[in-house]
């Protein structure tokens, strides 16, 4: 792994907040180098900068683009429009009823029902044109009776993860049908940007010292989360986003998710109704697993690679989606952490690379070959719990059990959930 850091010498304009996450760094060193009024060309290693790390940098534009957005599981259009269109990295729902696709006709004169039914429909439009409820930054909301806004409210709020999308409610006068209530809304679209040469067009009279050593191989290093039942979020968003109290808000995008889609996240996938697992997934004292790790390597649009140290299984979440980058997590059987590569030993956080690109092979390269050597040392001095064998204390009636299947039966008879280990 080859890195490198640029260091300003009179203005500040390195954004490392936008670059640690993805782009390789070379530090320390010597040399000097004034630039006036000249381009500076430098390919990025990601397909993904959502900001430029240069408060200079001029990137290419292209022509707007208008793509209309079909799909036979929402009601079709009611005249001359689009379900959706898509532009420029938005895309524009038109006003959704509750209509049934398969027979244009409303589920029901109740506005809960058509409610609910507006938003499944949404949800199929958001889809079809790659985007989801977690995307939406606007709707606006159309009621035939503003006293119905309480219930719509309460139903809208399943739907949309925090942050919420900016909104605007009005009564109406009369809506197409007769209908209790329409929504539209604005979404964005999930970003995927080829890597392109980038040029700064560096202001006449800055110099600028770059600081360049030898190349050097870094180290895949473990970044502990804090230990409570929220550690799978926080891992994800510090491998995502530099942060390691992002599980109030992923928590909201899972519920979203599946509140979204009530087909496919149902009583039989989830365990437990679709409602009652949104408010069980919301819970801070609830834990994550594989179906959370798969919707936020949707979210994000990366593979989220999961190695486990006791058996030193790699489980790897998005794989079928053939993401053009990776982030890695370890789990010890009860408590997930973060990987991260590091240019050495003891390095501040601040310099962890923890976004890989995925080569041809489906491989990261070198740190594929790191993460999986820390895994077997992690495994080799047992840092691990054996959940299928561990011993568990009752930390309310001091009841000892072996194991998580033990554990989980005294739970569903007593309804406690605080065991502390012992050996």
């Not at 009564?171 to 809304?185: F, G, N, W």
């Not at 080829?194 to 010292?209: C, N, S, T, V």
């Not at 992923?250 to 408010?279: H, M, W």
């Not at 077997?376 to 194991?403: H, P, W």
Request: proline content about 5%; overall charge negative.
């Amino acid at each position: 792994m080859s890195w490198c850091f640029l260091k300003p010498f009179n203005v500040s304009l390195i954004n490392v907040g936008a670059v640690r996450n993805r782009i390789p760094f070379a530090i320390g060193g010597i040399g000097c180098a004034s630039v006036v009024a000249t381009g500076f060309w430098r390919q990025c290693c990601s397909n993904r900068l959502t900001t430029p790390p240069f408060a200079s940098l001029n990137t290419c534009t292209f022509p707007p683009q208008k793509e209309a957005v079909k799909t036979d599981k929402a009601p079709a259009a009611l005249g001359p429009y689009s379900q959706a269109i898509k532009s420029n990295n938005l895309v524009f729902v038109s006003g959704v009823l509750g209509l049934i696709p398969e027979t244009g006709k409303f589920v029901s004169q109740d506005v809960d029902d058509q409610t609910e039914q507006v938003l499944k429909n949404m949800g199929e439009i958001l889809k079809a044109s790659g985007s989801d409820y977690s995307l939406v930054v606007k709707t606006t909301i159309m009621l035939a009776d503003l006293k119905d806004f309480k219930k719509v409210n309460d139903i809208y709020a399943k739907y949309f993860p925090a942050p919420f999308p900016a909104r605007s409610t009005y009564q109406v006068a009369a809506l197409p049908l007769d209908a209790k209530i329409e929504i539209e809304c604005i979404a964005e679209l999930p970003q995927e940007v080829e890597p392109q040469p980038y040029k700064a067009d560096i202001l006449p009279g800055i110099a600028f010292r770059f600081l360049i050593i030898d190349i050097m191989e870094g180290i895949v290093v473990r970044r502990v989360i804090p230990s409570d039942n929220s550690c799978l979020f926080n891992a994800v968003g510090y491998v995502m986003d530099h942060d390691k109290n992002k599980a109030y808000g992923l928590r909201q995008v899972i519920a979203g998710t599946v509140a979204s889609d009530p087909e496919k996240y149902n009583e039989a996938f989830l365990g437990k109704p679709n409602g009652e697992y949104c408010n069980w997934i919301r819970d801070s004292e609830k834990w994550g697993g594989a179906i959370e790790l798969s919707i936020l390597a949707d979210y994000y649009g990366r593979e989220i690679a999961a190695y486990d140290i006791q058996t030193m299984r790699c489980d790897l979440y998005g794989q079928d989606r053939k993401y053009s980058e990776r982030a890695m997590l370890i789990y010890d059987g009860l408590h997930y952490d973060a990987l991260a590569m590091s240019p050495f030993e003891g390095a501040p956080e601040e310099f962890d690379q923890t976004i890989f690109t995925v080569l041809k092979d489906r491989t990261i390269g070198p740190a594929e070959g790191h993460a999986l050597n820390l895994v077997k040392e992690q495994q080799r001095k047992r840092s691990y719990t054996d959940t299928a064998n561990f011993t568990l204390r009752c930390g309310v009636c001091q009841i000892g059990v072996i194991g998580q299947k033990e554990a989980v039966e005294h739970a569903q008879t007593t309804g406690h959930v605080n065991f502390q280990e012992y050996r």
